[in-house]
């Protein structure tokens, strides 16, 4: 019986080095070309063969010595537009950008998994793929691998993101709807411009939108079931250009979280029904644009499952800590499409060391400490996942 917390403690200085190494040096979504360069060499070192996908993604594989099934890990790569305010050592030397989300944090983890894996490929049933996705802020990552054939093949994948919502060496792998879908909904407004002191010559749309601001909270009150979460946030509202013109077109632009496929349909029919119903009330025309950003992500049972019983070995009894769903979106959703998987949340909370703060903000730091139960995570899952035929 293999201690891969041993193993993975006993490359914890590789793997925290490697780590930060990519946050002195982060790059934006699509642009992680030197990020990129820095996972194939190493990879090359562990000679695990991979192939290039999207612009600057990788999928990696490792071919056991017996035949099997295929388990997919899945790192995230890309960094924030953020300037970074922590008071670590290697801050970052990208003005204006920061590992802010601890992707730097993901990918190491999957590394030193790879690193691990590798040194026990002879003894795996099976076959290990590892994804160093590109652009997960911006929703784009996952799709390019699928594109490029990465979970062809795939029976089951697992996806890990470090939070303070539990201190370092807790976990929370829970099953069903764990993360928010996430739509962006586009409504414009046309009517007639013309003199502000004759409003009634003109077709108005800035009052119209507004009513139709207000009306969407009676959408999630009236058309959804009261107990199914359901976010409609308008965080842009333009429209008319000068005080004495009326307003020729007004745009609303609202963000969408929910978690049913189902109470997602109802709102988008919804939100076209009222905006036709406000703008027909007021004689002027709507248009509505609906972009997918990200699916809502559901944990596997039967994977949670095996996931659960890994962590246990990694973590020990009574570390893994149930959270409440976010409403915030990931685009592993994308890869649960194609075939089964679970995505787990790891602790790297530590007020002692400041790793308070949640992701996305300039002060950004985690205990690094986590590092190593990430790793072993990832290999205690794609093992156990393997070995249970």
Known sequence: MWNILNKAKSIENYIINFRRDLHENPEISEEEFKTQE???????????PYKKAGSTSLIATLEGGKAG???ALRADIDALPIKEE?????????????????????????????????????????????FFQEAEESFKGAEKIIE????????????????????TGYVDITPGYRMAGCDTIYVKFEGVSGHGSAPNLAKDTIHPACIFVTDLQGIVTKNVDPQQPIVLSVGKFVGG???????????????????????????????????????????????????E???????????????DNASKKVFGEGKNIALPKLMGSED?????????????????????????????????KIDEDYLKYGTALHVQFALDFLNNN
């Open 293 to 307: 950003s990200a699916l809502s992500l559901y944990n596997d049972d039967e994977l949670t499952e095996i996931a």
């Open 38 to 48: 820095k996972i194939m060499k190493e990879l090359d070192k562990l000679e695990i």
């Open 241 to 291: 250009t000068k005080a004495n013109i009326i307003g020729k077109y007004t745009d609303v632009d609202i963000s969408m979280r929910y978690f049913d496929p189902k109470v997602r349909e109802v709102v988008h029919e919804a939100i076209k029904r009222h905006a036709k119903a406000i703008a027909d009330a007021y004689e002027i025309k709507v248009d509505i644009t609906i972009e």
């Open 69 to 71: 099934k295929t388990v």
């Open 332 to 364: 592993m959703s994308y890869y649960f499409q194609h075939a089964k998987g679970v995505y787990a949340m790891l602790g790297y909370r530590n007020e002692e060391k400041g790793s308070i703060y949640y992701p996305h903000n300039e002060k950004f």
């Open 86 to 130: 922590s008071d670590v050592e290697f801050r970052s030397k990208n003005p204006g950008v920061m590992h802010a989300c601890g992707h730097d944090a993901h990918a190491a983890m999957l590394l030193g998994a790879a690193r691990i894996l590798s040194e026990m490929k002879d003894e795996i049933p099976g076959e290990v793929r590892f």
């Open 148 to 167: 490029a054939g990465g979970m062809d093949g795939v029976d089951a994948c697992l996806g890990i993101h470090g939070m303070p919502f539990l201190e």
